[in-house]
């Protein structure tokens, strides 16, 4: 504990910047043969590989459909599109914007819902009074990997429809269950910053034949193949590269999140005994993936606010990210929203206490118990460091 922070004059922990997150890819011996055949074929879209990624990733998740995309974004969008239901979404504040935009891009209200401060996930009463306030579907959200209580959001939702944004969740299971298998559908995303990743890409799972029939039909400009075209649809095809990536990709996914176990862990341990630092709660039903690691940092017992500490890892070469600050409801095309909003009070706790820390498949976990060790470095000379901040 003699080592100075960086931020006081010691040297950084790290020589490189350990990024926040960094894309885990199949290695490229594996990625080429496939490549290789698909630029033979002359069939870059809409071929063997988007149809054998669908088939497969259907068959993980247990679902009677699997559509791909070209992101997540698109894929909620999608739905939201073809189901062409009226009167207000609820939905969670503390989430990515696209969960919103999707809803916005299809003239959909919405009502923001509070999230619990423990698991980060939609509180069912919250949910409940948005029903009696006349919401018509629900989006919940899988936060950093970790499940909505989805027993409790299907008694409080009355039967209304449930789209989920799971964009963290592919790997996750919960309640006996794998996620992309609850609510009417799911959209996971396979970006760069998620367990499985197809350099871009989303996968829409569903229990729905028809919905996803239909969504093959959208994603394609909404063009059913006569040039008549069913709705306003997108061009949201997922090249076949990319689909070679992801079916890759997808085959090391359970691997990938018992790595991620391993790593959690070790965070867990090197932190749970620093006071005002907690975690983000896992209900015992739930295996989540990690997709993010956060913490919660209560500034008056650690001595740093979350953005103090985020500040004061920078000079070590360690990214953090304050996901979601701000929250949705607080950004500038949903903060002026017609009509009464309901409060929310832990949102708000949980936008001003969060901190991700890096966590990615291949992170080692040498670097894991590094960071830890800095944290409590930064920690032991925290009124230094607050003072050097506050300069």
């Given amino acids: 504990m003699t080592r100075e922070p960086a931020l006081l004059g010691g040297p950084p922990v790290f020589a490189a910047e350990i990024p926040i997150n960094r894309p ?16 033979e074929s002359g069939m870059v879209t809409n071929d063997r590989q988007v149809r054998s990624l669908e088939t497969e990733a259907r068959d993980l998740l247990g679902v009677e459909d699997a559509v791909a ?45 509070d999230c619990e401060k423990d698991t980060f996930t939609i509180s069912k009463p919250a949910l409940e ?31 209304l429809p449930m789209v989920s944004d799971a964009a963290h969740a592919l790997g996750t299971e919960a309640w006996g269950r794998k996620a992309g298998s609850f609510g009417l559908a799911e959209v996971f995303s396979l970006a760069p910053t998620k367990v499985v990743v197809a350099c871009e890409g989303g996968i829409v799972a569903t229990r729905d034949r028809a919905l996803a029939a239909e969504l093959r039909v959208a994603r394609n400009y909404g063009n059913p193949g006569n040039y008549d075209c069913r709705w306003v649809g997108l061009n949201a095809r997922m090249s076949e590269p990319h689909a070679v990536i ?33 975690f983000q709660t896992m209900p015992p039903e739930v295996r989540t993936n990690w997709n993010y690691f ?17 500040a004061a890892l920078v000079p070590e070469k360690v990214m953090t990210r304050r996901y979601f600050h701000p929250p949705v409801h607080t950004q500038k095309p949903y903060r002026d929203l017609p009509g009464p909003q309901p409060p929310l009070p832990n949102t708000q706790w949980v ?31 925290a009124d230094a460091v607050r003072a050097r901040l506050q300069t």
């Avoid at 885990?24 to 630029?39: A, G, M, Y």
């Avoid at 599109?81 to 919405?110: C, E, I, M, Q, Y």
């Avoid at 009074?129 to 009355?158: C, I, K, Q």
């Avoid at 913490?295 to 500490?309: E, M, N, P, R, Y």
């Fill in 129 to 159: 009074a948005a029903v009696r306030g006349g919401a018509r579907a629900v989006s919940p959200v899988y936060v950093f990997g970790n499940a909505p209580d989805w027993p409790a959001l299907e008694s409080a939702s009355g039967g």
């Fill in 24 to 39: 885990t890819t199949p290695p490229i011996h594996r990625i080429e043969p496939l490549l290789r055949e698909v630029f």
């Fill in 69 to 113: 995309v070209s992101n997540c974004t698109s894929g909620l969008m999608l739905i939201w599109r073809v189901l062409d239901l009226k009167g207000p979404v609820a939905l969670p504040s503390f989430t990515f914007p696209a969960t919103a935009h999707a809803l916005t891009w299809n003239g959909l209200d919405t009502i923001f819902l």
């Fill in 246 to 278: 992801a079916r890759l990709s997808l085959e090391e996914c359970a691997q990938n999140v018992a790595r991620r176990e391993v790593l959690a862990r070790a965070y867990r341990q090197g932190l749970s005994d620093l006071p005002g630092i907690g």
């Fill in 294 to 310: 956060a913490i919660l940092v209560d500034g008056d017992a650690f001595g740093l606010t979350s953005k103090q500490l985020g």
């Fill in 351 to 381: 936008c001003d206490h969060v901190l991700c820390l890096p966590m990615y498949s291949h992170l080692e976990l040498s670097v894991v118990e590094e960071i830890c060790r800095v944290i409590r470095r930064i920690h032991a000379r």
